[in-house]
């Protein structure tokens, strides 16, 4: 997240520490509360499943045939029935949850069980336990666990060292990378790699939204503004911003002059982004405790497990936003990362290609958590048509 970002948060309770935050979890059964310390507060009771020998038949991702093909194409898997269920079920909850508008509510996130133990669940962060109540009705025997965040803190402001940025090897203008250190007005972050137009096939830079400032709220006020990316230390004018989107915290830039974006992640190996993984695709990695990687411009190449999948977040930003992905941890990113993508091998082609999870716009800061975040790849195709 860039400096000047806004959190959302009461600021009651009491503090902990010289944070001025506190994190309380509650279990909350339908047959009453346990008001136990060391508790979570969760509703349902789970689902009823079938045997676990029989499959489904799921679209895992959305890959183009070949790197320089502009449309994409379902990969499908057999997953077990009970799992999938399990994961659907949580899905239909998620979505309710998401149309109740519940100010009380900051994050909610599906968490996926594994083959094994199919049963998924539903972790909330809310600033006040009431929202339970509410929660209860929407359940449908999915259990749902509601961590009581009492305070957010501001975020404290980052010095980047921008001589510790990864700036492109080689500005080759038929093709920058992801990856590496980009310029939007004042501020920095990592370029993604292209993201195209699902009806066109034209490829765009990216990053996140906040990069431009404003919390990352403008949607057309910042159109024509630069992007530069630096190389040996100076700035190359690379596109102009075509329109941001605040409630996925991502900018769309047109290429200008010679330049054209690729679907490269420089450093990475493989490096060649084919697809994105689907909703369902992400809980299937969940499921099977596969990691998630990325390559940003200030802390290189970081992994970590996925947390979450088919998230809402309200934790900064004055939008909140769907289509989230949790995983890792703080030290996944910090200021100048965002816009970098995280990925996974390309079950079919693993040494050849990664596919992309989703574009890294945060991570946590208050004491009770420690995760990062950002928009998921299915999302910017489902919400906008763009994807990687």
């Known amino acids: 997240m860039a400096e000047g970002e806004q959190t959302n948060g009461d600021s009651g309770g009491e503090s902990d520490g010289e944070t001025g935050a506190r994190l309380s ?85 599906i968490v996926p069980g594994s083959y094994s133990d199919p049963e998924a669940s539903i972790s909330v962060d809310a600033t006040d336990e009431s929202v339970s109540e509410t929660l209860e ?56 790699p292209a993201l195209y137009d699902a009806e066109t096939g034209e490829r765009f830079f990216a990053t996140s939204n906040h990069v431009y400032g404003a919390s990352g709220t403008k949607e057309t006020e910042h159109e024509g503004e630069p992007l530069a990316v630096l190389y040996d230390d100076d700035p190359y004018h690379v596109g102009d911003v075509v329109r941001g989107y605040p409630e996925a915290d991502v900018v769309r830039v047109a290429p ?61 930003g004055e939008a909140c936003k769907s289509g989230q992905l949790k995983w890792g941890d703080e030290g996944t990113l910090q200021d100048g990362d965002s816009g970098s993508v995280n990925f996974h091998a390309d079950p079919e082609n693993p040494d050849d290609y990664v596919l992309v999870g989703g574009i890294n716009n945060a991570r946590t800061w208050w004491p009770g958590a420690n995760f990062a975040w950002g928009t998921a790849g299915y999302h910017l195709l489902d919400a906008y048509g763009l994807h990687f």
Not at 156 to 180: F, K, M, S, T, Y
Not at 288 to 298: F, I, N, Q, V, Y
Request: with cysteine.
């Open 256 to 316: 200008v002059s010679e330049y054209r974006p690729s679907s490269e992640i420089e450093r990475a190996s493989p490096s060649t982004v084919i697809g994105q993984y689907t909703k369902m695709g992400l809980a299937d990695l969940t499921a099977r405790d596969e990691p998630l990687t990325k390559l940003g411009a200030m802390t290189d190449r970081t992994s970590g497990r996925i947390k979450g999948v088919d998230g809402m977040t309200c934790y900064a």
């Open 25 to 109: 979890r509650r279990r909350l059964l339908r047959t009453g509360i346990n008001l136990g310390v060391s508790g979570a507060l969760v509703l349902g009771y789970g689902a009823e499943y079938v045997s676990s020998d029989d499959l489904d038949t799921i679209t895992y991702a959305m890959a183009r045939p070949s790197p320089d093909a502009e449309t994409l194409e379902p990969r499908t898997k057999d997953v077990p029935v009970a799992w999938h269920e399990s994961v659907r079920l949580a899905f239909g909850v998620q979505e309710k949850i998401r149309e109740a508008g519940l100010s009380p509510l900051l994050g909610s996130f």
């Open 137 to 192: 009705n929407l359940t449908e025997g999915v259990e749902v666990e509601v961590n009581v965040v009492d305070e957010i803190p501001p975020k404290a402001e980052e010095d980047l060292e921008l001589a510790d940025a990864h700036q492109v090897a080689d500005l080759n203008p038929d093709g920058v990378p992801g990856g590496i250190i980009c310029e939007g007005g004042e501020k920095f972050g990592t370029l993604t």
